[in-house]
């Protein structure tokens, strides 16, 4: 009996061992990644305005956009509806421009593109462009406050 026993347990290993099989599957892990912008722009301040003297004064605009995606940066024309002869509106019209430089010389006077974040050199960090802003000499207006609201827009 013994050895019927252990024949029969030898004859189960041997069986099992002899009937284990292995398959495999596979399956993809995918996710997608979507081209994004944020901005943020500060107010422009020149402050106290005389008519005897150039105001001046600067304001960050910042953008980050997903790794490689291009961009853009338009400025619109303000209250003005003309970015080539902008004003602020209070008790009259006070002109101004904006500027790409810190010497005023390159005006934001379009409402194309004024900035380019190309994607080759698009990291994912945080990129500053400055705006600058003058407000012309020898404009008589009444005392008062003046504002314009521009809309800054990133087109990527």
Not at 78 to 86: K, T
């Amino acid at each position: 009996m013994r050895i019927l026993m252990l024949g029969a347990a030898i004859a189960l290993l041997a069986a099992g061992g002899a009937a284990a099989q292995t398959r495999t599957a596979q399956f993809a892990v995918r996710a997608q990644v979507t081209a994004d912008c944020q901005i943020t722009a500060e107010d422009l301040n020149f402050g106290t305005y005389k008519s005897d003297a150039i105001a001046t004064g600067s304001t960050p605009v910042t953008l980050r956009c997903t790794p490689g995606s291009s961009a853009t940066v338009s400025f619109d024309a303000g209250a003005s509806g003309n970015p080539q002869a902008r004003y602020m509106d209070g008790p009259g019209h006070l002109n101004y421009q904006i500027y790409k430089d810190i010497g005023r010389q390159d005006p934001i006077d379009t409402m194309g593109a004024a900035f380019q974040l190309p994607g080759i050199s698009n990291i994912g960090q945080l990129v500053t462009y400055r705006v600058y802003g003058e407000v012309p000499v020898g404009q008589n207006v009444p005392a008062g406050n003046y504002v314009d609201i521009l809309r800054v827009t990133v087109q990527y």
